[in-house]
């Protein structure tokens, strides 16, 4: 056919011979028809998205990463067909992934600031789902997770992957109840109770890390929303808990120490899953040096805050111990008349809200994290009571031996407690050694032995029957 055209064209006209060569190149020239059409399509394709560009951005995690790999593979084939880059194409997919990054990043802080708002701080059941995406965290920091590579396969269907994003409901209470026990979470052999707000927070790092598998060229840009997710955390948590917020966003009457404990558990567990986090960043972004040293920065926060939460406890009890020491200095210690009690109100108060304190510090937290509270809290008992008992004036003996009475009655209730120190034993020498005290004792052995004696064992009966159980201590 193209030799027949060629025959029948003049050749000795001059514009028979330039439209055949016109029309020779147009056939035999397909990759510039090619090109054309190609041109064609991105523009329209282009046209569509930047229509699209707000809606894109409010996509789910899921269809966003289906929408991100359809146009990396349609750029890709037009090129490799055309050899032409679609710069116009790309730029507007490019701009549409660091708005979805931006919007998400604002949305997930948003998300865990209402989460926080209402949580009562109480602990809350660590379910299989949980425990499935700290798995999945935990374990991105040497490779993804399949569910998450499977967003960006097309040939997936969509309701596999659209259960990921499922958001859990959190209601502020601890579930489940009853005779349920609470589960905790376990992570590095290490178990911890968690509010609403923790749990909430692992959620919200599992999309980031989904996303990061499906655009790895945005892991910094990504890394950069974790580390404010997790900036906003920590200082809220501190506003909250510290700064008693939770009082007027959740209703909170106050705060305890079982919230204070709470708060330093979610703390303790972010500093031990943001290692995990670092190195999933690492990987996915080798030369981001800069960017993951600043997980050790966020890491240093969490735990400067847990310190002053800590600190707080210690100065709670030592304000109490202040007040009643204050009390104790008010007794008439000579006033020796029938009304006055076996052992005295201020020591009956000081050991319970001891008791308590120790009591919930073991249910909420580790032994290491007890000992860090509890023994600063009975230096401070021994500094105060210690330099207190030696100061008041007594005049009797009988002052002595009911001083003697209250520090029998600290010894008993305390000595159980491993940090306790030997506090009993050293009031009592402290006791024991002040002036009056001394020159009678060592004067009348006898009389004042069995009296001792009898009074050791009215004290020691008195703690047998005390169940030292009460409301909560360390109120601020």
């Known amino acids: 056919m193209l030799d027949g055209y060629v025959a029948t064209a003049s050749p000795t006209s001059t514009g028979g011979q330039a439209r055949m060569q016109e029309e020779l190149h147009q056939v035999?020239?397909?990759?510039?028809?090619?090109?054309?059409?190609?041109?064609?399509?991105q523009t329209q394709i282009t046209k569509l998205l930047k229509v699209r560009a707000e809606q894109t951005a409010h996509l789910s995690i899921s269809r966003f990463l289906r929408y991100f790999t359809v146009n990396r593979l349609f750029a890709d084939e037009c090129e490799a067909v055309s050899g032409r880059g679609g710069t116009a194409l790309k730029t507007v997919v490019n701009g549409h992934i660091k708005g979805f990054v931006t919007q998400m990043g604002d949305s997930e802080r948003q998300r865990l600031a209402q989460v926080m708002d209402a949580d009562v701080w109480d602990a809350r059941d660590f379910g299989d789902t949980e425990t499935a995406i700290?798995?999945?965290?935990?374990?991105?920091?040497?490779?993804?997770?399949?569910?998450?590579?499977?967003?960006?396969?097309?040939?997936?269907?969509?309701?596999?992957?659209?259960?990921?994003?499922a958001e859990p409901i959190f209601n502020g209470t601890a579930t489940p109840s009853g005779k349920d026990r609470v589960r905790s979470a376990v992570l590095d052999e290490q178990k911890f109770i968690l509010p609403s707000s923790a749990i909430a927070v692992i959620?919200?790092?599992?999309?980031?890390?989904?996303?990061?598998?499906?655009?790895?060229?945005?892991?910094?840009?990504?890394?950069?929303?974790?580390?404010?997710?997790?900036?906003?955390?920590?200082?809220?948590?501190?506003?909250?808990?510290?700064?008693?917020?939770a009082t007027r966003s959740a209703g909170l009457k106050n705060?305890?120490?079982?919230?204070?404990?709470?708060?330093?558990?979610?703390?303790?567990?972010?500093?031990?899953?943001?290692?995990?986090i670092r190195e999933f960043v690492r990987r996915h972004s080798p030369g981001s040096g800069g960017v993951t040293s600043e997980f050790d920065k966020v890491k240093r926060l969490f735990q400067d805050h847990q310190a002053?939460?800590?600190?707080?406890?210690?100065?709670?009890?030592?304000?109490?111990?202040?007040?009643?020491?204050?009390?104790?200095k008010k007794i008439d210690w000579d006033d020796i008349s029938p009304e006055q009690p076996n052992v005295n109100t201020y020591m009956e108060?000081?050991?319970?809200?001891?008791?308590?304190?120790?009591?919930?510090?073991?249910?909420?937290?580790?032994?290491?994290?007890?000992?860090?509270i509890m023994n600063p809290v009975f230096r401070s008992y021994r500094e105060q009571w210690g330099k207190a008992y030696e100061e008041v004036a007594v005049k009797s003996p009988r002052g002595i031996e009911r001083m003697l009475r209250d520090a029998e009655l600290l010894k008993n209730r305390l000595s159980k407690l491993e940090n306790a120190n030997g506090l009993g034993d050293f009031l009592l020498e402290v006791i024991r050694g002040k002036d009056t005290g001394?020159?009678?004792?060592?004067?009348?052995?006898?009389?004042?032995?069995?009296a001792t004696e009898t009074t050791t064992k009215s004290a020691g009966s008195l703690s047998s029957g005390h169940t030292g159980q009460g409301g909560e201590t360390g109120k601020s």
């Not at 001394?438 to 069995?450: F, I, M, R, V, Y």
């Open 255 to 276: 705060i305890t120490t079982k919230h204070l404990a709470i708060a330093s558990q979610a703390l303790s567990f972010i500093i031990n899953l943001i290692p995990y």
């Open 28 to 41: 035999l020239d397909m990759s510039s028809l090619l090109g054309q059409a190609v041109d064609i399509a």
């Open 134 to 165: 700290l798995s999945r965290i935990s374990d991105a920091s040497t490779r993804d997770a399949e569910d998450w590579t499977k967003s960006s396969t097309l040939w997936e269907h969509e309701s596999d992957t659209a259960k990921l994003e």
């Open 438 to 450: 001394a020159q009678h004792l060592s004067a009348e052995p006898h009389k004042d032995g069995a």
């Open 349 to 372: 108060t000081l050991t319970k809200e001891t008791n308590t304190l120790h009591r919930v510090l073991s249910k909420h937290l580790p032994p290491s994290s007890l000992q860090d």
């Open 308 to 328: 002053g939460i800590h600190d707080k406890l210690v100065e709670i009890m030592s304000g109490r111990a202040a007040v009643h020491v204050s009390a104790m």
């Open 203 to 245: 959620n919200g790092i599992e999309r980031f890390e989904h996303l990061t598998t499906g655009i790895p060229s945005m892991a910094q840009e990504i890394a950069s929303s974790i580390l404010e997710y997790l900036k906003l955390f920590n200082s809220r948590s501190c506003q909250l808990i510290l700064g008693a917020g």
